[in-house]
């Protein structure tokens, strides 16, 4: 207890060490970022999981007093995000927004979505709407972080000030600026979906496995964001743990990818794998067909193909679709001078456009499939035959923890 008011004013009621208030910053942020990836994200944005009542009350508490958020409004500005990614219509695409605007403005683009209501209203459906969530959640978000201030301040002195003030940013910086811009932005892709969502680390720990955002575009329903042996998602560990104890139930995971052999045609066990798993597909199509013939292409264009930057080869990964006009006209001039390369980027196209289709009559679908199978077949390019091969086989298997 404090000997005197400077005492008291200094390091509060509990007179805390350095070491003790590194360590109350650290668990109290991370239960923050849990609180945000594991109840808004997972649970009310996407419905992967459900919490018992307790921890669930506990996570709408937590993001309350500590971030203002509103779960209504948090689920349907990310569902929107989702819905409309990298258009005008996205409320924080660093793609038409720019990446310095997402990154350090990030909380302003929150603030303006919260601020279309039709969209709330929009996306916002099947979250909670009891008695505490209209009368104090909803009705008065910023007295959350008010009382969470004069908390720190009795039991830290002016130090609980400075970490409130770190809180107040913490998820600002780390969720609006660093997920949403730099996972737009940098690092890796396992999936070739349609946008430019990353992987900014294979190893999620730090901000709850929200690095691994490329996994989660990919497959957004899913409670799992790790999807490779070699990648880890804390946030689906700690959902493991609740589930083991009865307070959790998972309700999705990210399909996982069947190959059998000897299949003469596409049939309905391949169509359901191929609407289920499209992205899979087709990043299998650019590693098992694109890459072999750039590397073939690379051999023998000598100068030519140096003459390509990195970014434009890589644009042969989903047509140049995220190149700009000038950029993009490079490549397909690029592409046209070459007769093997330019067969690779037609197949790949009509691939997408069967994909992207999506015929309600599955056998219209089906044949389609069939043709271009047929066709890549003929091709008399060796990676194209080995890739229709292995695609005719594709099926759903049991998703495993």
């Known amino acids: 207890m404090p000997a005197s008011l400077y005492d008291f004013l200094a390091g509060g009621l509990l007179q805390a060490g350095f070491g003790s208030l590194v360590i109350y910053f650290l668990v109290a942020t991370q239960l923050t970022i849990f609180a945000v990836t594991l109840y808004l994200h997972r649970s ?93 959640y909803t009705a008065h978000p910023t007295l959350g972080p008010t009382l969470l201030l004069v908390i720190s301040f009795l039991l830290f002195g002016f130090a609980g000030i400075a970490i409130w003030a770190i809180q107040m940013a913490w998820i600002p910086f780390w969720a609006a600026g660093v997920v949403n811009g730099l996972g737009h932005w940098w690092g890796y892709r ?145 592409v046209a001078e070459s007769p093997r390369m330019a067969q690779v980027a037609d197949f790949r196209q009509r691939l997408a456009q069967v994909l992207d289709e999506r015929s309600n009559d599955a056998q219209v679908t089906l044949h389609k499939l069939h043709a271009w199978c047929v066709e890549a077949e003929a091709s008399g390019v060796q990676a194209l035959q080995a890739f229709s091969e292995r695609m005719k086989g594709y099926a759903l298997a049991p998703a495993r923890a």
């Open 190 to 334: 396992n999936f070739e979906s349609a946008d430019t969502s990353t992987n900014l680390t294979p190893w999620g720990f730090w901000i709850g496995g929200e690095e691994l955002h490329n996994n989660h575009h990919a497959f957004p329903s899913s409670a799992k964001f790790a999807l490779r042996r070699f990648e880890f998602d804390i946030g689906w560990a700690t959902i493991r743990l609740f589930e083991m104890v009865g307070l959790a139930k998972v309700l999705r995971v990210a399909p996982s990818l069947d190959v059998r052999p000897n299949i003469a045609m596409p049939d309905a066990e391949t169509l359901r794998a191929l609407l289920a798993i499209r992205f899979q597909a087709m990043t299998d199509y650019y590693r098992c067909v694109t890459l072999p013939a750039l590397r073939e292409e690379a051999a023998n264009a000598g100068d030519r193909m140096r003459a390509l930057p990195r970014k434009l080869r890589q644009g042969l990964a989903d047509g140049g679709r995220w190149l700009d006009d000038d950029k993009r006209a490079r490549l397909q001039a690029w």
């Open 44 to 136: 009310m944005a996407h419905r992967a999981v459900d919490f018992h009542p307790l921890p669930a009350h506990f996570f709408r508490f937590w993001t309350w007093l500590t971030t203002s958020m509103v779960t209504r409004e948090w689920a349907a500005i990310h569902r929107k995000h989702h819905a409309k990614c990298e258009t005008e219509e996205d409320p924080h695409s660093p793609q038409v927004k720019g990446i310095r605007t997402v990154f350090w403005r990030g909380v302003e683009l929150y603030r303006e979505a919260r601020a279309d209501r039709e969209s709330i209203e929009k996306y916002g459906k099947g979250c909670p709407d009891d008695w505490i969530e209209r009368k104090l």
